[in-house]
């Protein structure tokens, strides 16, 4: 592992994932618009509701791309797909990236687990392993420990 932790702020998302998500949302929205448009049959409000579909479409992709983890010097806010939550430093106990799990969970200090979806290994095995390092090196830098505090 790296001695050298990343200047922040640093955003941690899956960029390939992203730039899939939205390029297929984006396909969807041009291909289901066409086919409004191109279709004689169809009145104003068919039309329409064939826009607005591809639009949803596109706008649900969207959500899914939005997922990032910023860290800073204040904290880490993660971003998922319907949530944002600032953490300060001295709440993350721990970072996972466990085999097989489908993104880093952050052990927090009141006991709860929260889901940081992005940094993701779908894709981008290997670059999701060194962010969720990086992460980890961050929080461990930056978190206040108690004298009696181990970390495992």
Known sequence: ??????????????GRTRAILL???SAIFVVITAIALLLEKLGPGERLSFILTGALMF???????RVRVVADESGVTVVNIASKRHL???EIVQVNLRPGDPWVFLNLSDGTSLPALGIQPGI???????????????AEAR?????GDRRS
């Open 143 to 147: 978190s206040v420990q108690e004298p």
């Open 23 to 25: 390029a297929a949302g």
């Open 88 to 90: 300060e430093w001295a």
């Open 124 to 138: 981008a095995k290997q670059h999701a392993i060194a962010d969720a390092r990086a992460l980890r090196a961050l």
């Open 59 to 65: 706008g649900v992709l969207a959500m899914l791309a």
């Open 1 to 14: 592992m790296s001695s050298e932790l990343p200047t922040l702020p640093v955003t941690f998302r899956p």
